[in-house]
Structures are given as structure tokens and as C-alpha cells.
């Protein structure tokens, strides 16, 4: 069996997404009881980080050392990754030693090249692309405050991102309506538009997105790679901050999310982000608790080959 890698949340079936999110929940569980796993014991996973992390970094090397393995990080200013070595060739050697690989770059096809060289699990921790590992947590949130998401609207609120591109192949994993509002110019991925036609609509009014919407969902406006746009891309986005207005167009019992880092005043407001709605806290802990099951599949399926 060829190794399995988790570069997309389309690398998983709907039943093992669903079964990854039931584990998290029962993970979460049981280290709040003080379960002691020893899963990895023995075993390292590298975390090869191109860009800045606190969430992903600090929740995959917490899970491994909860799970009783080692992790190392690699900057590429502290590797040969930085000096010019070839991603084929780091595949090649941390294969030799590591058990997993934890990979957060920019071009997506540098994590694709991690993957195709690598002969053990490569795990997306944030390309330019996708942040499938974020939406992993997001829908155990939504599911422990509000059960399936199942046939419900959520509504993405912004730039046409990596989160969202995530938030695209979950609702057609999941089988839920999202409405995306957008600037005109910020539109996802014209590829994923198509392949997720059944599931998503597009608009530039926020109003029109959050109508119905149990969820709202909104990213910073300058990603990371887009700093110097960040004057500019303040104008653009302007309108499409969520505010407690706009959250009350959505469901009256809607709930608010945020991946972070949140700029308070541009994309939300604190109001937002830090009122009753807001289930940011949950969701951020919760890529502990998500990135170990996933952590747990993969490993598991790695030791069956
Ligand atoms: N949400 C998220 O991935 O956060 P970091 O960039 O801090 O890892
Ligand atoms: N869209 C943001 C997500 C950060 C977790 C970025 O790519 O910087």
C-alpha cells in the first residue's frame, strides 16, 4: 500500500473524516482525564516550517510529546532546506529517521515534491494552497457545540484563502451549503469553484452570505506572503468585517470563527471575536486534540504496510 499522506482534507474518505473528527472528541477527552497514550513512544516527527506558526507548531509538537514521541523543528534558516538542498532530498533522509513529517510552506507543490519523495506520512501544516489541519479542528468545534454539520449554511466572510479553500472541501466532504462573500478580485480558486459547485455559492455581499448561515467564518485580510499588500487589501476588504450587525443577519443563534491570528478592528471586531458567538478559544485548542487523531490515522495506517 502506498504510503498515505494528508496534503488535502480529499485525502481522506467522508467515513474517515468523520471518524477522525469522533476521535479527536474522545482524545480530547480522555488526556482532560489524564489518559497517558504512549503511541509514540520511540518514534520522531520533524516539523519542516517555511513560515511563521504559533497554533500548528505548538499543538503538533504538544500532541507528539503527549503521545510520548519527540519532535524536532526545522527552520530552514537552521537547515540545508535554506541554504539550497532539494525537497527530494530532505524527503529522502528524514524518511531514514523520522516517523512523520509536518510541512507549512508556501507553494503547495513544495509540500506535493515533500510527499512524492517521502516514504513516510507528510502532513499539510499550511500551504499558500490549503490549510486542511485547521479544518480539522474547525469541524470538531462546530460539532461539539452544535452536533452534524451536516445539510446546514455556514458563511465565509472575506479573502478567497488557503482557510477557505479548506472550508470549500469540507462542506463537499460533509455535505453542507457555504456561502462565500468575497471582493470581486479575491474569489477562491477557479479549479476548486467547479469542483465544489454543488456546495458553495459566491458573492460580494456579506449580508446576502451570512442570511441563514449557523456559522460565520472570516480569516485576516493579509495572509502570510501578503504583508505588503496590507494598506491596500485594508481599503478592499473594507467592508467585509464582521461585526455585530452583520452577525445579526445570520441565524440567531449563529456561532463565529476565526483561525488566527485575528486583526480586531479590520476583518472582526472585538465585539465579535470576544462576545458570546465567538468560539475562537475552542477551535484554536482543538488543533491539539484534532492533530492527534490525525496523527493516530496516519501512523496506524503507516505500521499496516
Ligand atoms: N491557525 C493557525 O494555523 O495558526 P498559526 O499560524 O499560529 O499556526
Ligand atoms: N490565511 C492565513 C492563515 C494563517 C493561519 C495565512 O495564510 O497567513
Known amino acids: ?58 499543538s503538533f509538537e504538544t500532541g507528539v510529546g503527549q503521545f510520548g514521541g519527540k519532535s524536532i523543528f526545522l527552520a530552514p534558516s537552521e537547515s540545508h532546506l535554506g541554504r539550497g538542498e532539494s525537497i527530494e532530498d530532505t524527503a529522502r533522509v528524514l524518511s531514514r529517521m523520522a516517523n512523520l513529517i509536518i510541512m507549512r510552506t508556501g507553494a503547495h507543490e513544495r509540500i506535493e515534491t515533500m510527499a512524492k519523495f517521502a516514504s513516510v506520512p507528510v502532513i499539510n501544516g499550511l500551504s499558500d494552497f490549503n490549510h486542511p489541519c485547521q479544518l480539522l479542528a474547525d469541524i470538531q468545534a462546530y460539532t461539539e457545540h452544535r452536533g452534524d454539520i451536516r445539510g446546514k449554511t455556514v458563511a465565509w466572510i472575506g479573502d478567497g484563502n488557503n482557510v477557505c479553500h479548506s472550508w470549500m472541501n469540507a462542506a463537499r466532504q460533509l455535505d453542507f451549503k457555504l456561502n462565500i462573500a468575497t471582493p470581486e478580485d479575491h474569489q477562491p480558486d477557479t479549479i476548486l469553484i467547479q469542483q465544489c459547485a454543488d456546495y458553495i455559492s459566491l458573492t460580494t455581499d456579506p449580508r446576502e452570505a451570512v442570511t441563514e448561515s449557523v456559522l460565520v467564518v472570516t480569516d485576516t485580510w493579509s495572509g502570510m506572503g501578503f504583508e505588503k499588500e496590507k494598506k491596500q487589501r485594508e481599503s478592499i476588504f473594507g467592508s467585509y468585517c464582521v461585526d455585530e450587525k452583520l452577525m445579526q443577519e445570520a441565524a440567531p443563534d449563529a456561532l463565529f470563527m476565526h483561525c488566527l491570528p485575528a486583526y480586531r478592528g479590520s476583518e472582526v ?14 477551535e484554536a485548542e482543538n488543533r491539539l486534540h484534532a492533530q492527534k487523531a490525525l496523527m493516530e490515522f496516519l501512523l496506524l495506517e503507516d505500521a499496516g504496510n
Not at 269 to 282: A, E, H, K, L, N
Request: proline share 3%; aromatic share 6%.
Open 269 to 282: 471586531t472585538s465585539g465579535v471575536i470576544d462576545g458570546p458567538q465567538s468560539i475562537v478559544w475552542d
Open 1 to 58: 500500500m502506498p504510503t498515505r499522506h494528508f496534503l488535502s482534507l480529499m485525502d481522506l474518505s467522508t467515513n474517515e473524516f468523520r471518524a477522525l473528527i469522533d476521535r479527536a472528541i474522545e482524545l480530547k477527552a480522555e488526556t482532560r482525564a489524564g489518559k497517558i497514550s504512549t503511541l509514540m513512544q520511540g518514534k520522531t516527527a520533524v516539523l519542516v516550517f517555511e513560515k511563521s506558526s504559533t497554533r500548528t507548531r505548538v
